[in-house]
């Protein structure tokens, strides 16, 4: 599903979790999202013994992330000073993911111990995306299209959902063209407008996916 709504022409970052659904991108075009990498370092901290030390030098090191972005956004420190710093940070994370990592485990350990290796032998598997926002003017995490879709779970839980298959479709179309077009300063109401003439046969569709990812 994933690969058909971004296409396989996609040019763009997506920034996501570690779903493998993306697995298909190129790491060059793929940003893992530090707030689900947080969450996740925060299960790890919520182990015990050596597990809890690597998560919480790891949740530390998420947090600083957060921090120096928004000071880089703020305006408070310049690209090139936020990309130091970044550098810096990326240095002691592959530091620590290494150790959690080097954990020898037999076949079907199910240990604490064992489960932050694994995480840890996945993530310097795809290293190179949890910094694709230092190399690309992005952010790192997916928190705004989190906050995009929040109206729809909302509503889906004060009115339990439709009642069919095709009101499905209606709203998860109508809530998309909304919360895209809004993103990209564009007129929802002339997007649809366009959209049913060009269905009728008069101009050209239009596309949810701006000029620059096509």
Known sequence: HAKELLGEGFKGVACSDRWS??????????A???AHLVREFR??????????????ALMEHGYQVFWDWRRYQAGEIQR???????RGLRRQVHLL??????????????SARAQTASTCRALLKVESALWTFERKEIEPSNNRAERAIRPLVVLRKVCYGTQSEQGSRLIERLF?????CRQQNRSALAFMKQSIEAH??????????SEGLR
């Open 200 to 209: 009728l046969g008069v101009g050209t569709m239009p596309s949810l996916v």
């Open 43 to 56: 299960r790890m901290s919520e182990r015990p013994g050596e597990s809890a030390e690597i998560g919480e």
């Open 176 to 180: 998309s063209v909304v919360r895209s």
């Open 97 to 110: 993911l290494k150790q959690g990592a080097n954990y020898v485990t037999e076949k079907g350990q199910k």
């Open 80 to 86: 090139c000073t936020f990309k130091q710093y970044m």
């Open 21 to 30: 659904g993306y697995n298909w991108l190129p790491l060059e075009q793929r």
């Open 32 to 34: 893992l999202c530090w």
